[in-house]
């Protein structure tokens, strides 16, 4: 039997019947067509999944669609357009691009996602704050130095927007 | 990895959740954050016909402070506990535990109801709340049953909760002057549950002899326990360092501990020993008003 539910992604709203066991990286994958969110380990341990739900970094591997039902959801293709993004790329995705904080880029959109959560809770990082809050995201080819460096560059560049 | 198909309930209410719960029994499994029970419905270790999702239940995620003592909801998230500033400021060893479990994402969902509900033997909250001497209150169509930490945890991912209850809150009560609580724990590297985990929580009494002394062990045995035994042999007593290693050497009296692919039963119970010890080591020197 179908639910039916009602989410907020990426700015646009949309209303879908789901089956109740739908995860909701398989929603925003099959069902929205949204394919930018990876599927890793499916056991919410490698972070490849995460989305923000109402802000927070989630692993949607590890969340029923109908959980998500009424939230405000934003996946790596909502990034640019998020206000700090100022119509461009966000500038996450300008501190990956810069600082080469990926190579394969499997585990990019999930690791950028959780960077966002971080930065809005915290604009000024230490390193050590930065690799805690992507503990839950495993990247096999970078040895993570890089990302760090992405995300530090993401936040002096969020702190000089906002000054 | 997708969960057997099952009907869906969202109550919007406590008491819409304990008629749904006490109408199907056990063939309903309670959802919170889900991060115990979709890890198992996707492995097919679970499959209930009937999930109720207790997430939208709003009042059962408050921390407040009620009657001399901290009353923390069922759904409080483990970054809620984390980020209390009551937490921090009354009871210090729950944010510092919280902060422990996982990683963000998880601590964004997971909550306190739902990991003290599943018991996993390896799960970080059961440590403190036994060291905390906190009440379990379980709710159920009848009416409300306070279950003492010490009383419920059972066995291998059973506590005392029946059919038909939801745990809806933690009490924890006030702890007195010169006290200091600590959590340490062995992590696991993939998945941070705790290999090992010891809270402490230490009253001094005049002299720097201990007052009061609370253990809770997890990671070790089929469930989370009290060290009785070390606890026994520290009352009363002036903190030594040779004294506190001795006691923690016993936090695995009596306890057949657990050996899988992560560590064995020996390495655990030397793990055990360690972690207790540097988690007395620091309730005593927070009891004492230095920083640990």
Known sequence: MGVEIQVHVNGKSFQNEVDPRLLLVHYLREVLGLTGTHIGCETSLCGACTVLIDGHPVKSCTMLAVQADGAEITTVEGLSSLPEAGGGLHPIQEGFWEKHGLQCGFCTPGMMLAAVGLLRENPSPTHAQIRRALDGNLCRCTGYQHIVEAVEYAARKLRAHKR | ?292
């Open chain 2, 1 to 292: 990895m997708i969960p057997a198909a099952f009907e869906y309930f969202a109550p919007k209410s406590l008491d819409e959740a304990l008629r749904l719960v006490a109408r199907h029994g056990d063939e309903a499994k309670l959802l919170a954050g889900g991060h115990s029970l979709l890890p198992l419905m996707k492995l097919r270790l679970s499959a209930p016909r009937y999930v109720v999702d207790i997430g939208r239940i709003r009042s059962l995620r408050s921390i407040r402070e009620e009657g001399g003592r901290i009353v923390i909801g069922a759904l409080a998230t483990h970054h809620d506990v984390e980020a209390s500033e009551l937490l921090r400021i009354t009871c210090p060893l729950l944010p510092e535990t919280a902060a422990e479990i996982g990683d963000v994402q998880v601590r964004n969902r997971g909550t306190v109801g739902g990991s003290l509900a599943h018991a996993d033997p390896a799960a970080d909250y059961p440590a403190a709340i036994l060291a905390l001497d906190a009440e379990i209150v379980a709710t159920s169509s009848s009416g409300t049953r306070v279950i003492p930490a010490a009383e419920y945890f059972v066995d291998l991912l059973t506590t005392q909760l029946r059919p038909g209850e939801i745990l809806t809150e933690v009490r924890i009560p006030r702890t007195g002057e010169n006290s200091g609580a600590a959590y340490r724990k062995l992590h696991q590297p993939a998945s941070h549950f705790a290999l090992a985990g010891a809270a402490a929580r230490v009253t001094l009494g005049p002299g720097e002899k201990i007052e009061s002394v609370a253990i809770g062990i997890t990671g070790v045995a089929v469930n989370a326990y009290r060290a009785t035994a070390a606890e026994q042999m520290l009352i009363g007593k002036k903190a030594a360092p040779k004294l506190l290693a001795e006691a923690a050497e016993k936090v695995t009296d009596g306890i057949d501990p657990l050996g899988d692919i992560h560590a064995s039963a020996a390495y655990r119970r030397a793990a055990a020993a360690v972690y207790a010890r540097r988690a007395l080591e620091a309730a005593i020197a927070r009891a004492g008003g230095k920083k640990a």
